[in-house]
C-alpha cells in the first residue's frame, strides 16, 4: 500500500510562486509514476502534472505549461511542484497521485488527501 502526504500549500498573492511537496512510502514506491491534480469545487479533477518512476518522461496538462515544473528527489520518494506566476483560478486543492504507470489523466492508484492553495490578494 502507497502512502502519500502532501505538503506546501498555503495562501500567495497573485503573481507568486509555491512549491508542493509530495512523501511517498509503502511498498515499492520508488518504481511508481507520480502527478499532481486539482479539483475546484463543483468542477471534476483535473490533470496538472505527472513524472515517471525515474523521472525520465514528464508531462503537463494545459493548465501548467510554463508555469509549473514537476521534479523527484533523486534516490527519495518525494516529488515536488514549483507553482510560479500563481492566479486566482490556481485556487482548488492539489492532490498528489501514484500508479504504476504515468497516465496523462486520472488512472492513478494511489490519492493523497489534498493540500489547499489559495491565491488572492
Known amino acids: 500500500q502507497v502512502q502519500l502526504i502532501e505538503s506546501g500549500g498555503g495562501l500567495v498573492q497573485p503573481g507568486g510562486s509555491l512549491r508542493l511537496s509530495c512523501a511517498a512510502s509503502g511498498c515499492t514506491s520508488q518504481t511508481y509514476a507520480m502527478a499532481w491534480c486539482r479539483q475546484a469545487p463543483g468542477k471534476e479533477r483535473e490533470f496538472v502534472a505527472g513524472i515517471s518512476w525515474n523521472g525520465v518522461t514528464i508531462v503537463y496538462g494545459t493548465s501548467a505549461k510554463g508555469r509549473f515544473t514537476i521534479a523527484r528527489e533523486e534516490g527519495k520518494n518525494i516529488r515536488y511542484r514549483q507553482m510560479n506566476n500563481l492566479k486566482a483560478e490556481d485556487t482548488t486543492v492539489y492532490y498528489c497521485?501514484?500508479?504504476?504507470?504515468?497516465?496523462?489523466?486520472?488512472?492513478?492508484?494511489?490519492w493523497g488527501q489534498g493540500t489547499q492553495v489559495t491565491v488572492s490578494s
Open positions: 497521485a501514484a500508479g504504476t504507470s504515468l497516465d496523462y489523466g486520472l488512472g492513478y492508484n494511489y
